[in-house]
């Protein structure tokens, strides 16, 4: 009897060696837990799990979007990670992975590894290929991209969640802030401007939730965001995409976010997590830098997100956000002026009066697309140094 239950007791501890291993080896699960009240957890490997995130797109001092963070033989995610772990980053979002898949997973090991940060993985479906979302040949290539993307990166143990899009609903009607318009015979011939953006947005969301749907066949580990500008036509998404998991929304609001996590939980009763926030650091009206402005937003927003979380006294139904960005990017200004990504651009590029500390800027431009990451850069020969911000150690105070 003495031997059976020695052999027993080896068995056991083997067995859960042996799970333990696998554990490790293994993807992680991830999901959403509904609480009272309708409020949120992210449960990642049994655990809640608070988005303390950072928008990653380390785009080099000279060059320009087409830049391949992931395939740098300098690996500035090697450097750009210990900085981010000091600071309590726990996610970075990126836009896409690169065009080599081994070197994307290499990264991804060394993120999570190395620095215990997890990839919200991201996909533009095609949103700067010449859109047509009602075009089936168009639909079916995006499609098959971003289904190939997903079995090619669902078992490493890093990934958080897929993001579908990235404020695709810009390109739903005409206006200032179109970009990329796309339309059939039958939207135009709708005489109602209203209308045709709703039936535009009836097909793309439409399309995001057939390809969230075919990802949850091949990956139900984790879940799919759809990444929206604003909560523009969110009516029309809370209809037809309740294979969606999450909604992704960038947000510019200034220090508050309004009535935005009242609205969120009435329309579309589903979590939400902020997928770009945050202030750049250049004041065009004073013209000059001002690091504490930007800290200043930054912590206001983070506080305010913070507050609808699980654990906080509001909503209750927010998973977390991303800074928008990691570092500055020098070819934002004037993408078609390639000598121009050399030089670190004042000139404002929009207006928007919610960021009110420069808003009398002449004509109102008071928002500088080079002047958004926690960290500066400053050239070198090799990797651009990073000159961390104000922002920066506020986000440490906050985070860790």
């Not at 797109?57 to 750009?80: N, R």
């Not at 990956?219 to 909560?231: M, S, T, Y």
């Not at 009435?266 to 009206?285: A, H, Q, T, V, W």
């Not at 009066?353 to 990451?373: H, R, T």
């Amino acid at each position: 009897m003495k031997k059976i239950i020695i052999a027993a007791v080896c068995i056991v501890l083997l067995t859960a060696a042996l799970l333990g291993v696998l554990n490790k080896m293994g993807p992680q699960r991830v999901y959403i837990k509904t609480l009272e009240s309708n409020r949120f957890q992210l449960i990642v490997n049994g655990s809640p799990y608070i988005v303390k995130g950072m928008v990653y797109s380390p785009t080099p001092i000279g060059q320009d979007h087409a830049y391949d963070f992931w395939a740098d033989p300098q690996k500035p995610h090697l450097y750009d990670g210990k900085l981010m772990k000091a600071i309590g980053v726990n996610t970075i979002r990126v836009y896409q992975p690169s065009e080599d898949p081994e070197k994307t997973k290499q990264v991804m090991k060394d993120f999570y590894s190395k620095f215990g940060i997890r990839v919200m993985m991201g996909h533009w479906l095609g949103f700067w290929d010449d859109p047509n979302y009602a075009d089936i040949g168009f639909r079916e290539k995006v499609k098959k991209d971003v289904l190939l993307m997903v079995s090619t990166y669902k078992d490493e143990k890093g990934i958080l969640c897929w993001i579908l899009g990235n404020e695709n609903n810009v390109s739903f009607s005409y206006g200032p802030q179109t970009l990329n318009l796309w339309t059939t015979d039958e939207i135009e011939a709708l005489d109602d401007p209203y209308l045709k953006r709703q039936a535009r947005a009836k097909i793309y969301y439409s399309f995001v939730n057939e390809i969230s749907r075919e990802i949850h066949k091949i990956d139900p580990d984790h879940p799919v965001v759809l990444a929206n500008a604003e909560l523009t036509d969110i009516d029309v998404a809370s209809k037809v995409t309740q294979d969606v998991d999450i909604l992704g929304c960038s947000i510019y609001r200034g220090k508050a976010f309004g009535s935005f996590f009242r609205e969120v939980a009435m329309k579309f009763k589903r979590p939400i997590l902020i997928i770009e926030f945050g202030c750049d650091r250049y004041n065009s009206f004073l013209k000059e830098e001002d690091e504490g402005i930007q800290a200043e937003f930054i912590e206001a927003e983070w506080k305010e997100i913070a507050k609808n979380t699980f654990e906080g006294s509001g909503i209750g139904n927010c998973l977390g956000g991303f800074v928008f960005e990691w570092t500055d990017e020098w070819w934002k200004f004037n993408e078609e002026n390639r000598p121009g990504w050399n030089m670190h651009d004042t000139a404002a590029s929009w207006s928007n009066g919610a960021y009110y500390f420069d808003i009398k800027a002449p004509q109102n431009l008071n928002i500088n697309e080079e002047w958004w990451g926690v960290c500066a850069l400053e050239k070198h020969k090799g990797l651009d140094e990073r000159k961390p911000t104000k922002a920066y150690f506020k986000l440490k105070e906050l985070w860790r």
